[in-house]
């Protein structure tokens, strides 16, 4: 009677632990073939506070080429996602007065084409690549200061904290930051940008024409920025070649 009972609960038992065996082994082949892929939006989304940016990311189509990247890089991403309320607190019209080229600057100013976890910023020397560059094909750079426990993000415009990590797991760190990283290249003090080239379709209307106060009053601004960037550039070559001397 004892030993029929003892016979019984030994065969539950192991059977038992047959199924939970069997259960556990059969747990880690299910999700192996088919590994989610990394999302950038994802992560964004689960942090709640970054809709201004998944919609810049979005509107830019920079969203994609990042999935992508994560997809295919070696040496993974990182990205520094700026919250709504850093967007709000821009000035008004910030995003506005930046051309489309500009906006897709602004965007992929947030990303570094590594992985950077906290502590490998320490050992990492300033300035830092961005995945922005200009359309000269000059790359936007930040510098980070850190510390083992904090880091420090700079343009040269704003000087922020990185106020929260949403991931850092290889190949994807993303950095909650409180202000937007304004490239220096497109807000920083300089003289008259050479952006807009002097308009050439209209030889008929010279400065010729003192009289005429309007057109002429535009005209007089650009060359005062035609003589800007002269300047610029002969300062620029004649500091290279005192470097070179
Ligand atoms: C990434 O996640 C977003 C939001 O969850 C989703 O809309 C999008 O389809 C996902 N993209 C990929 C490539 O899985
Ligand atoms: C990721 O890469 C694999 C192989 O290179 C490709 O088949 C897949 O479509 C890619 N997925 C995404 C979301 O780009
Ligand atoms: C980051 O900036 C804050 C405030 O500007 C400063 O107190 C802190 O020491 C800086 N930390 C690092 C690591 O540079
Ligand atoms: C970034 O760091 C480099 C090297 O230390 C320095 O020359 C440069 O002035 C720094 N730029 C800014 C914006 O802090």
Do not use: C
């Not at 609960?9 to 590994?35: C, D, Y």
């Not at 300035?127 to 560059?133: E, F, H, L, N």
């Not at 937007?180 to 003289?191: H, S």
């Amino acid at each position: 009677m004892a030993s029929t009972t003892t016979t019984t609960i030994a065969l539950v038992l192991a059977t038992l632990l047959a199924f939970t065996t069997s259960g556990a082994r059969a747990q880690p082949l299910a999700p192996a073939p088919t590994p989610a892929p990394l999302n950038l939006t994802a992560v964004l989304e689960k942090g709640g506070q970054y809709n201004t940016l998944i919609r810049l990311l979005r509107a830019t189509q920079v969203e994609q080429q990042i999935n992508s990247q994560l997809n295919n890089s070696f040496n993974g991403l990182t990205v520094f996602a700026p919250t709504d309320n850093a967007f709000n607190t821009l000035k008004a019209g910030t995003l506005n007065s930046l051309s489309q080229q500009q906006q897709v600057a602004l965007v992929l100013y947030h990303v570094l084409p590594r992985y950077y976890s906290l502590s490998t910023f320490q050992t990492t020397s300033n300035p830092v690549r961005t995945q922005a560059s200009g359309s000269n094909g000059g790359v936007y750079t930040i510098n980070v200061t850190s510390t083992p426990s904090q880091a420090n993000v700079s343009t040269g415009v704003v000087d922020t904290p990185i106020s929260n990590t949403l991931k850092s797991d290889f190949p994807l760190a993303v950095y909650s930051v409180d202000r937007v990283l304004l490239p220096y290249e497109l807000f920083g003090a300089k003289p008259p940008a050479p952006a807009p080239a002097p308009e050439k379709e209209k030889p008929g209307k010279s400065d010729r024409s003192p009289t005429a106060d309007g057109p002429s009053a535009a005209v007089g601004l650009k060359g005062r920025g035609a003589g800007w960037s002269f300047v610029v550039g002969v300062v620029w070559v004649m500091g290279i070649i005192g470097s070179l001397l």
